[in-house]
């Protein structure tokens, strides 16, 4: 496409047909890295779905809803493991979402004098670096320090206290709805053999993993937000938590979203850290003490040992589940960045 | 002047390094405005930051000396309650802006304690009328702020400002970033305001600081170079520096 540029005679050089050939690699040169990108997602999704077809014709989309995990009888169900990734992602954002935001205001808002800038910028490194350990380190740190410390102390310790606040609330709720009563009765989240590699120590674990993401792009975005924007808050009177809640909080919000959606992203993909810490049980958890998976701790344990063809495709099954998953979210993220796009634009993602 | 609403004593201020002003002596009397005139860097944004406390929320900023409003010292009490007394319109329009016009002026309340809806409703409606912007948005409070244009971006903050009940009023370069019909919009709003408040306002217009200030005060290089009534200052200035500065010589 060729536009009439009112300069293109001003601009004219001696040497118009090597520039014309120069533009002419550039574009070809930057197209071929668009294409790039979209063509590794288009081959990703071709070879999971091929490699997928013989689960795809076994199961059908009741993989997804079939709870049953059996070698001997040859059934696949991906249940559990949907279940496992979902909630020791979710449990994890819960986690990590206010302590990150937490720091991430407590760099960017809290006044100078209580702060010197030069820790301000240490305490920024260290949060970024906590984001550069690799996750097998994580995992190991989460078995051999977490999980026996789960396992003694912050697993009994919330079962009883859980216990000890039902039998608190207990005749309230009975009195509110017997049914709702009876259900958290025999609904406890923390019910089952204590093992300490579980749903909860993967979630504990994924959490800490993805603190350094949220809080590295919500500082950015909270960094981001107008000084005026702050300053008009304080020139009112507001204290620095009413200026930091009404006026910089709102103006950034849909960076910190899509900063937890970046996290959520990571807990959704992670493999090595979950696998070491999450136990690997193929059922369903009903508990949060119970053993489970996750999509990609099943891809990671199951994959060189698949008993058969079946297997194999169903694993690469689960692999595409993960992918859609992600693109979902992603997908579902960007459309509510583009309803709430904070004003100006700022801190988008 | 037969009283004083308000008096900087020996002031000084920073950013870290060298001092942005030095030992500033200027009175300021009630239902009054005075304008703050001077060449770019003189300090007469950090001085009348200074006023209201929000010089010390800079980085490294440091100040010394005393601030009176109501013969009481700023510097001795809660930052927070002197910015509700003292308030502040910035050089460029900010108004809030995830919030809608209502709430942009209803937001001064939220920061001072608790207000019924109907006095809420009230105080937005004088407020507004106050900043002569409720014709202009009052079919559309609901509207995002960003949404106005900056003249009645920055009436909106003068409303948000006035809504705070307060006793005295800084306007930093208000008119700076707006077109001459704005312009003349918030100076003949500043004309009235001066009649209840304290008015206090750094220009860069000496055309504006003429048109609105009762008394006007020189800076130059961070200093206090002269203070008298506005027609003294421009038309018998007893200082080289300023007949300088206001004949136009430099600046």
């Not at chain 1, 790039?36 to 288009?42: E, F, P, R, S």
Request: proline share 5%; net charge neutral.
């Amino acid at each position: 496409m060729r536009l009439a540029n009112p300069f293109r005679t001003l601009l004219r050089r001696p040497s118009q047909g090597r520039r014309r050939w120069g533009d002419l690699a550039f574009r070809g040169i930057v197209t071929i890295g668009a294409g790039a990108v979209v063509g590794v997602l288009v081959a990703i999704l071709w070879i999971l779905w091929t490699g997928s077809s013989q689960s795809r014709a076994a199961f059908g989309l009741g993989i997804v809803t079939n709870p049953t995990w059996d070698i001997t009888t040859n059934v696949f169900g991906l249940l559990p493991m949907i279940d496992g990734t979902l909630l020791t992602s979710a449990i994890a954002l819960v986690l990590a979402v206010p302590i990150a935001l937490g720091s991430s205001i407590f760099l960017t808002q809290l006044a100078p004098k209580a702060l010197p800038s030069a820790l301000k910028a240490a305490l920024a490194q260290v949060v970024d670096l906590l984001a550069a350990i690799p996750s097998i380190v994580y995992g190991f740190w989460g078995l051999f320090v977490l999980v026996p410390y789960m396992r003694t102390t912050v697993d009994p310790g919330l079962r009883s206290a859980y216990d000890r606040l039902g039998n608190l609330v207990a005749p309230t709720v009975h009195a509110v709805s017997p049914g709702a009563s009876a259900w958290a009765g025999t609904h406890s989240p923390f019910t089952g053999t204590i093992i300490g590699e579980d749903v909860l120590s993967a979630s504990i674990v994924l959490a800490i993993m993805v603190i350094p993401t949220v809080a590295a792009i919500s500082r950015d975005a909270l960094a981001a937000v107008p000084i005026p924007q702050r300053e008009a808050a304080l020139a009112l009177g507001a204290t620095n938590w009413e200026a930091t809640r009404r006026a910089v909080l709102p103006y950034a919000r849909s960076g910190i979203f899509g900063a937890s959606i970046l996290g959520l992203g990571r807990a959704l993909g992670e493999t090595m850290a979950v696998t070491l810490v999450i136990g690997n049980g193929l059922a369903p958890p009903t508990s949060l003490f119970n053993s489970g998976s996750t999509l990609a701790s099943l891809i990671a344990t199951q994959f060189s040992e698949s008993t058969g063809p079946l297997e194999y495709s169903v694993i690469i099954e689960a692999g595409l589940i993960l992918l859609l998953i992600t693109l979902g979210v992603n997908i579902v993220a960007r459309a509510i960045l583009w309803r709430f796009q904070s004003p100006g634009g700022a801190g988008g993602d | 002047m037969d009283a004083t609403k308000m008096a900087a004593v020996g002031l000084s201020a920073s950013y870290g390094r060298g001092p942005a002003i030095t030992d500033i002596n200027l009175e300021f009397g009630p239902n009054s405005a005075t304008a703050i005139i001077g060449p770019s860097g003189c300090g007469k944004s950090t001085f009348i930051r200074c006023l209201n406390r929000m010089h010390e929320t800079a980085p490294r900023a440091t100040v010394t000396g005393k601030v009176f409003l109501d013969g009481e010292d700023i510097y001795e009490q809660d930052p927070t309650a002197v910015r509700r007394r003292i308030g502040m319109v910035f050089q460029r329009p900010n108004p809030f802006a995830t919030m809608t016009i209502f709430d942009n002026v209803a937001a001064a309340l939220r920061f001072n304690g608790r207000h019924s809806r109907e006095e809420t409703d009230k105080i937005v409606y004088e407020s507004l009328q106050a900043a002569a912007l409720w014709e202009e948005v009052k079919d559309h409070l609901f509207a995002g702020a960003t949404s106005l244009s900056g003249g009645q971006q920055q009436r909106l903050c003068i409303a948000r400002a006035l809504a705070a009940q307060p006793e005295v009023l800084l306007m930093d370069e208000p008119c700076s970033a707006l077109d001459p019909i704005s312009t003349a919009k918030v100076e003949d709003l500043i004309f009235t305001l001066k009649r209840t408040y304290t008015v206090i306002i750094v220009t860069h217009n000496m055309q504006q600081a003429a048109r609105v200030a009762d008394r006007t005060a020189f800076f130059y290089l961070g200093k206090l170079i002269e203070v008298n009534d506005t027609k003294e200052i421009f038309e018998r200035p007893k200082e080289k520096l300023t007949e300088g500065y206001v004949s136009g010589r430099f600046g």
